[in-house]
């Protein structure tokens, strides 16, 4: 017996090479590559500055931390859920980093106590979500409402400083010539991409947002999964925050306000779906590149702050049209 | 020989419901096992204690010939039982080799997936089921056909040795029927044991080799298919004789009373005349795709038409919504009652008001819950929907008294014109008959009604005469003794 596959289905009999990105993602990414080229462009010859390594650093450095959650937070999203949290998380550890750092704890220790506590989060977040039931939107909102006051208790409102010269390295170092930031943020990139795309534990993120029953019924523990993945997100918020603290040689409750919103926006314009499912680390890091040369060019156009946000809502907009028409028409055809 | 399966003694209670009550069965290897019973019989919770999804409260379960018991469905699984769910698990937006092989990757160290191993396995598979997929192509791009036989690759990726098949053709056209006989036919072949429910007994003559009948969670009988009816099967099933499952023919057609003239809507490649007269069950057959429930959403208004005509008793009708068309006199109902139809967390009244909330609507514009109360309650006496209790969410329904909600909430919007789509899909026989039944006695009060199901036997049955549809065209119609299974066939599978 054969059985006929429809037009849609047609195949040569032998499988085709492996395609890591698929058709619409790739698509998508692509596009995006291309936008961020143009802009570039765009802003190189109107202000011949905008390519210089000098304001390169500046913009990797003003977004680092984004960067580095939204490895995070595009683990949450493909497994459909969504993670508020990091907007506390950030600050949260940046302060604990300080306090530690002040206290005289060795900076090994404060890194591995602040990154435990950051992990905690994470799984009360996870553990919010699987107990109760509640949608992680509800549970990392609570959270960040919650840490957002315990940043403040923990700070009393002022700043905490005067650890500069232990974090001198991290905050003001440079690893073959990349400042350490971005060099963590670099490793951390590339490891998580080639993971999500490679490593079957990672993979699974892809079974639990596409379809949550399927995964159960093909025997994944979509609760400790859960875990994993807020924890992860979580930790990555506090690899975030210790750089923060260092590279301004401070911490101070008020970092990340809106971070969570300006890293949702930069997967969703790399193309994950907030339904799940869908994304990739390489769309949402250049969704944050976009975003930040987006955000370096009003500096330097010298627009009203004002008017940034209305541009960034549009072009969040146009993203998921876009990438909505992708779909519809790969679907049509 | 000893079974390939056989469970013993399985009794299942759930919050004080004995749903399952000392079941004993089995299926040999190289055999088809067909399970029937009416909805709520207890075949569900059976296959679901076989896969381990439920743990039964008493009874063993003997896996070639050795006793077994599985913590988990996964476990069960690797033990070689695969269930094929009726509501297909597969992922959409991961390729048919991903799906597959979903969390059994083919892997390197440190848990890097081998890729080309994956869709060179994944390929090997469906050659050897004679499925000539693409592995690497997207599983939400297929039909659903094909998306069942990549369930089926999905549990003998795992060296299944028996398969479990949930209602598998339920949602499947003619030749995807086919094709999926044609591949448990071979899986027989190969030794597999396969049990199969099914609320088609035509089915289940046609390929299993022996039934199984459950009834109210007790097993009535097993039978060798080649030494039963039709008539007995049933019989088993419903515990009592059914003397028809089909009212008679109308007795009173009287004048027109809608009349559809040169409608033309997507997919249709030309416009579409039809009439259906008072007293008169109009029947819409052809195969899935052929247009029937695209045509039956524009004249309800939920989906667009480009032109053409529309009266009902004389009058030109102008539908541009649902909420118009409700306001006109037209009722639809869907053919996917869980989530296009009924309001499944909802109650049983809030369900039958749902599309007629303005009559019970004060001038001040709260709703009237004694009113409402009242109405459901007449709908659900009327109807005999169980339990009789209008504050059951109809979540907790059988499929058949989740079918009569439905119904219950178009009739009381009081139409003139009632288009039912698959009025009883995985709807079990005592209730199939009496929503034919229903329908009938609609007729004769002055309803008009359009009867679009894939299931022949049915249009034929209920139908005066039957409109058949080929893809995107009305290719015949066909009135009283002219409309028979061979002659529709012949215009619908051209």
């Given at each position: 017996?054969?059985?006929?596959?429809?037009?849609?289905?047609?195949?040569?009999?032998?499988?085709?090479?492996?395609?890591?990105?698929?058709?619409?993602?790739?698509?998508?990414?692509?596009?995006?590559?291309?936008?961020?080229?143009?802009?570039?462009?765009?802003?190189?010859?109107?202000?011949?500055?905008?390519?210089?390594?000098?304001?390169?650093?500046?913009?990797?450095?003003?977004?680092?931390?984004?960067?580095?959650?939204?490895?995070?937070?595009?683990?949450?999203?493909?497994?459909?859920?969504?993670?508020?949290?990091?907007?506390?998380?950030?600050?949260?550890?940046?302060?604990?980093?300080?306090?530690?750092?002040?206290?005289?704890?060795?900076?090994?220790?404060?890194?591995?106590?602040?990154?435990?506590?950051?992990?905690?989060?994470g799984f009360l977040n996870a553990s919010m979500t699987n107990a109760f039931r509640v949608h992680p939107f509800i549970a990392t909102l609570a959270m960040?409402?919650?840490?957002?006051?315990?940043?403040?208790?923990?700070?009393?409102?002022?700043?905490?400083?005067?650890?500069?010269?232990?974090?001198?390295?991290?905050?003001?170092?440079?690893?073959?010539g990349v400042p350490v930031s971005i060099a963590v943020f670099l490793v951390l990139a590339v490891l998580f991409a080639y993971l999500l795309a490679n490593q079957s534990f990672f993979r699974r993120a892809y079974f639990v947002g596409g379809n949550k029953h399927s995964a159960r019924l093909s025997g994944i523990n979509v609760e400790r999964y859960l875990v994993f993945v807020y924890m992860t997100s979580a930790v990555l918020a506090g690899i975030a925050g210790i750089l923060v603290a260092s590279q301004y040689g401070a911490a101070s409750n008020g970092y990340g306000q809106n971070l969570e919103l300006r890293v949702i926006t930069s997967v969703v314009i790399g193309g994950?779906?907030?339904?799940?499912?869908?994304?990739?680390?390489?769309?949402?890091?250049?969704?944050?590149?976009?975003?930040?040369?987006?955000?370096?060019?009003?500096?330097?156009?010298?627009?009203?702050?004002?008017?940034?946000?209305?541009?960034?809502?549009?072009?969040?907009?146009?993203?998921?049209?876009?990438?909505?028409?992708?779909?519809?028409?790969?679907?049509?055809? | 020989m000893t079974p390939l399966l056989r469970v013993e003694g399985i009794s299942k209670t759930f919050v004080g419901n004995r749903v399952l009550d000392d079941v004993t069965f089995e299926v040999d290897g190289g055999e088809i096992h067909a399970v029937v019973g009416e909805n709520g019989a207890?075949?569900?919770?059976?296959?679901?204690?076989?896969?381990?999804?439920?743990?039964?409260?008493?009874?063993?379960?003997?896996?070639?010939?050795?006793?077994?018991?599985?913590?988990?469905?996964?476990?069960?699984m690797r033990s070689g039982i695969a269930i094929v769910h009726q509501e297909l698990s597969l992922v959409p937006n991961l390729t048919v080799a991903q799906n597959i092989f979903i969390g059994n990757e083919p892997r390197g160290p440190l848990g890097i997936i081998d890729w080309r191993g994956l869709n060179r396995r994944a390929s090997e598979l469906l050659r050897r089921m004679g499925a000539l997929v693409d592995p690497t192509v997207l599983v939400g791009e297929l039909s659903v056909g094909t998306q069942q036989i990549i369930e089926i690759a999905k549990a003998l990726a795992l060296d299944a040795k028996v398969i479990i098949l949930d209602e598998p053709t339920s949602s499947l056209s003619e030749t995807e029927v086919d094709l999926l006989y044609g591949l448990l036919d071979d899986l027989r072949r190969k030794g597999l044991g396969i049990v199969f429910i099914s609320h088609k007994l035509g089915e289940v003559f046609r390929l299993a080799d022996r039934v199984s009948v459950l009834r109210d969670g007790r097993l009535v009988g097993t039978k060798r298919v080649s030494e039963t009816t039709t008539a007995e099967v049933i019989h088993m099933m419903v515990g009592r004789h059914i003397a028809d499952l089909y009212p008679g023919k109308s007795t009173r057609i009287g004048e027109v009373l809608l009349e559809v003239k040169d409608f033309s809507c997507p997919p249709y490649r030309r416009p579409v005349s039809f009439e259906l007269r008072r007293g008169e069950i109009l029947g819409f057959a052809g195969l899935v795709?052929?247009?029937?429930?695209?045509?039956?959403?524009?004249?309800?208004?939920?989906?667009?038409?480009?032109?053409?005509?529309?009266?009902?008793?004389?009058?030109v009708l102008d539908v541009r919504s649902p909420r118009s068309a409700i306001e006109q006199g037209i009722a639809y109902l869907t053919e996917d009652r869980k989530t296009l139809g009924l309001f499944l967390d909802e109650p049983i009244h809030r369900n039958v008001v749902s599309a007629s909330l303005k009559r019970f609507t004060s001038p001040n514009g709260v709703l009237r819950t004694g009113a409402i109360r009242a109405e459901a309650k007449s709908w659900v006496a009327n109807l005999d929907i169980r339990p009789p209790n209008v504050d059951a969410e109809v979540i907790n329904l059988s499929g058949g008294n989740q079918q009569k909600t439905l119904l219950a909430k178009w009739l009381c919007a009081r139409p003139r014109i009632l288009i039912v789509?698959?009025?009883t899909r995985g709807v079990d026989v005592g209730a199939k008959a009496h929503i034919h039944q229903e329908l009938r006695d609609l007729t004769d009060q002055g309803i008009g009604i359009i009867v679009i199901s894939s299931d022949l036997p049915e249009v034929l049955g209920l139908s005066d005469r039957v409109i058949v549809f080929h893809e995107g065209e009305l290719a015949a119609t066909l009135a009283g003794a002219e409309a028979t299974q061979e002659k529709v066939m012949s215009y619908a599978a051209r």
């Open positions: 017996m054969t059985i006929k596959p429809n037009a849609a289905e047609a195949s040569t009999g032998q499988p085709r090479r492996f395609r890591p990105l698929r058709s619409v993602d790739a698509r998508q990414i692509a596009g995006l590559a291309m936008a961020i080229i143009a802009l570039a462009v765009v802003m190189q010859v109107n202000y011949p500055v905008f390519l210089t390594p000098f304001n390169i650093e500046i913009m990797s450095v003003n977004f680092v931390a984004e960067a580095i959650i939204a490895l995070g937070m595009t683990i949450v999203i493909i497994t459909g859920g969504i993670d508020l949290s990091v907007a506390a998380v950030m600050p949260f550890a940046a302060i604990l980093f300080g306090l530690a750092l002040n206290a005289g704890i060795p900076l090994a220790i404060a890194i591995v106590l602040v990154l435990a506590a950051a992990a905690t989060v960040l409402l919650t840490l957002r006051g315990v940043n403040l208790v923990l700070t009393g409102g002022s700043t905490v400083s005067g650890f500069r010269r232990t974090t001198a390295f991290l905050g003001q170092g440079y690893v073959l994950a779906s907030l339904f799940g499912g869908t994304g990739s680390i390489l769309g949402s890091v250049l969704g944050v590149v976009f975003l930040g040369m987006i955000y370096n060019a009003f500096d330097m156009l010298g627009v009203s702050t004002y008017w940034k946000d209305v541009v960034i809502g549009c072009l969040l907009l146009v993203a998921v049209f876009i990438s909505e028409y992708l779909k519809r028409r790969q679907a049509r055809a | 207890g075949k569900s919770t059976l296959i679901k204690i076989i896969g381990s999804i439920y743990q039964a409260d008493t009874g063993s379960l003997m896996l070639d010939g050795r006793a077994a018991s599985f913590a988990s469905p996964a476990e069960a795709g052929a247009g029937r429930t695209e045509l039956a959403r524009a004249l309800f208004g939920a989906a667009p038409h480009d032109g053409g005509t529309v009266m009902l008793e004389g009058r789509d698959e009025p």
